[in-house]
Each structure stands twice: as C-alpha cells, then as structure tokens.
C-alpha cells in the first residue's frame, strides 16, 4: 500500500509541483556555490500529516531535479553563454548539464510553523561544474614577451574591478560580472587569457572576492582565505575595461599584461590559475 502511495504522490508532485512549491535560487560567488530553497505546500496537494511528511519529503526528493535544473542552466559560464546556451548549441547534453545538479549538501526538510508547507535546500558547487566542463588535456601555451624588462615573480594575480567600467565597443560603462569562466583581454584587445591557458590538473577553480579581502591593513594587504591561493607578493592590477556580451571579461592595461607574460614565473601563475577577480559585492551574492 505504501509503495503505491508513494508513486501516487510522485505522480501528483508533477502534476501540482508547479502550483504548490516556491522555488527560490540565489549564487554565492564568493564561494562558488548555488543554493536552491524549495518551499512545497503540502495543503494544497491533500498531503496529511504526520503520515504524510515522509511521502511529501520523498516527493521533494523525486522533483529535485526539475527543481535546480532551470538554476544551472543559468549559470552564466563565459561572456556569451549560459549552461542552457551550452545546452541549446549541443556542447554539453541536457542529461550531462543535470548531473552538474548533484548538491554538496543537503539541509533536512522542515515543516513550517503552521504544518502548512515542508521546506528544504540544496547546495551545488560551482566548482565542480567548471572543472567537468575542462576538455583540454594539457594547457595552451602562453608565449612569452620581450617587449618588456623581466618583472618582478609574484606569488600570484589580483585585478581589482570594483566599481563601473568602460564596456568596449560601446558608449557605456557597467560592473563587471561573475562567470564560471572569465577572460582576461589586454587594451589592445589581444585575448591575454581563457580557460584554456589553466592546467587541468590544477584543479583550481575562478576565484573571486569583494575587493576588501586584498586591501588589508596588514603585510600582505591579503585575506588569510586568499594567502594560500594568491600568495603574500601578489601582484596587484587596477581593471580598465569589461568586454563581452555579458560584461564578465576583464580588461587589463597593455604594461600590466607585459609584467605577466616577460616573466616564466609569472606566466606559470596564469597556467596555475592563481588569479582573484575583486568584483563589486552586488554582483558577488545574488
């Protein structure tokens, strides 16, 4: 009897689920993660209680999917395309881009105080999403420049874009914008990096943050969550543009891109992906 209502119920979760739950998604980008609260009314689907909580959460369980899926295929993955684009131009499967979905943790559902709706939440990693969609096997090579002295080696790359920048191509300015995977543009708009230039086996993923975790009032100026990434001696590089459909491109000063690519140590910083992105923090929780 059981196992019939609990089909039952799954069948009816598909066919009320729009109706009855509040899907409510936001993306911390801070921390790569996507959180998705779902609130199920479980009056209006005749759902009765205490009985009915197991059936319920089990019906929550059975829609996670078309629960988190409208939210990853949103995710803006480079400037032109979102996950769903991926999707649409046959890059990646939609069973592929489902399994991107798989949460890091689950928070148990809970009944409201009223015994009128059962809630729940699922965390997903950004990161995990952007280390399956890697293809390469090995890193572009990133050719060195002579037009510049040997610079100093830094331990890592921060490029601050905090505030409104000119977008190139348009008389506009905006803030810049986070994706799964940013690309770094000198002045003269040569493509100075993508994701291609990382070492898979890195296993490190975009990193950003609000610009006050690397304007600290200490030696390094460096969070202690960053120091391990970006290192003591970062350089650090003022942004002087944003490019792309989605303004989540990176403008940097021809010198500044120069100090990068004059120097062996400093271009291995680029295959190690040890660079933070200091954004707005409105576009960093949203």
């Known amino acids: 009897m059981r196992k019939s209502l609990i089909l039952l119920f799954a069948v009816l979760g598909r066919v009320v689920f729009a109706q009855s739950a509040e899907v409510k998604t936001s993306v911390d980008w801070t921390v790569m993660e996507l959180t ?13 209680l205490p009985s009915g909580k197991i059936l319920a959460e089990e019906v929550l369980e059975k829609q996670y999917t078309d629960i988190i899926r409208s939210a990853i295929l949103g995710i803006q993955a480079d400037s032109s395309h979102t996950l769903g684009d991926m999707v649409s131009a046959g890059e ?12 890091i943790r ?23 999403i952007g280390a399956s969609l890697l293809k ?19 331990t890592g790359i921060v490029i601050l874009a905090e505030g409104e920048l000119p977008v190139h191509g348009r008389n506009t300015s905006t803030l810049a914008q986070p994706c799964l995977f940013p690309k770094i543009w000198d002045s003269d708009m040569n493509l100075f990096y993508d994701k ?37 001696k970062p350089l650090r590089i003022m942004a002087v543009g944003v490019f792309g459909v989605s303004p989540t491109d990176i403008i940097i000063s021809r010198d500044d891109a120069m100090l990068i690519l004059s120097s062996e140590a400093n271009r291995k910083l680029l295959q190690e992906a040890r660079i933070v992105f200091a954004l707005n923090e409105k576009v960093l929780k949203k």
Not at 143 to 152: C, E, G, H, R, V
Not at 215 to 227: A, N, Q, V
């Open 36 to 48: 998705a609260q779902t609130s199920l009314d479980i009056a209006a689907m005749n759902i009765k």
């Open 92 to 103: 990646i499967s939609l069973s592929e881009a489902d399994t991107f979905g798989v949460p």
């Open 106 to 128: 689950r928070v148990p559902a809970v009944l409201s105080l009223d015994l009128t709706r059962l809630s729940a939440s699922y965390i997903v990693s950004l990161k995990n």
């Open 136 to 154: 390469h096997s090995r890193p572009a090579s990133i050719k060195p420049s002579l037009a510049a002295p040997q610079a100093l080696a830094y």
């Open 196 to 232: 291609t230039m990382a070492a898979p086996q890195s296993t490190m993923s975009t990193r950003y943050t609000p610009s006050a975790a690397v304007l600290r009032d200490t030696p390094s100026g460096i969070d202690e969550s960053l120091e391990s990434f970006v290192g003591e």
